[in-house]
């Protein structure tokens, strides 16, 4: 699954010229707080997956009563961290399958 631009609430950002390079993703909200509705209109996906999220710590997060509250720097970072961890999955070589020894016997 890869990253959904969605309706503008999420952009990359210009840079990353290099070969290779992946693109800054930026937050197209003017609030530094996200809310859990925020996250999922940016990510197009539902309020169960980004409260899984946030109870597991995969994302940084505070919660005021029963209302989680992300800083946006943070959902910026998480993004770019998980598409860095997936294009070194994806250019590491498969692993080779291992050789059984017959028994000794």
């Not at 209302?67 to 997936?86: P, Q, T």
Request: aromatic share 6%.
């Amino acid at each position: 699954m890869g990253f959904r631009e969605v309706s503008g609430a999420c952009r990359r950002a210009a840079g990353g010229t290099a070969p290779g390079a992946m693109n800054h993703i930026e937050v197209a909200i003017a609030r530094e707080w996200l809310s859990v509705a925020d996250i999922c209109y940016c990510m197009d996906v539902s309020t169960f997956v980004v409260s899984g999220v946030l109870r597991s710590g995969r994302l940084p997060a505070v919660k005021f009563g029963r209302e989680w509250r992300v800083a946006r720097v943070d959902f910026e970072m998480s993004i770019e961290e998980s598409r860095v961890r997936a294009v070194a999955r994806c250019l590491q070589p498969p692993a080779q399958p291992a050789t059984r020894r017959p028994p000794v016997h």
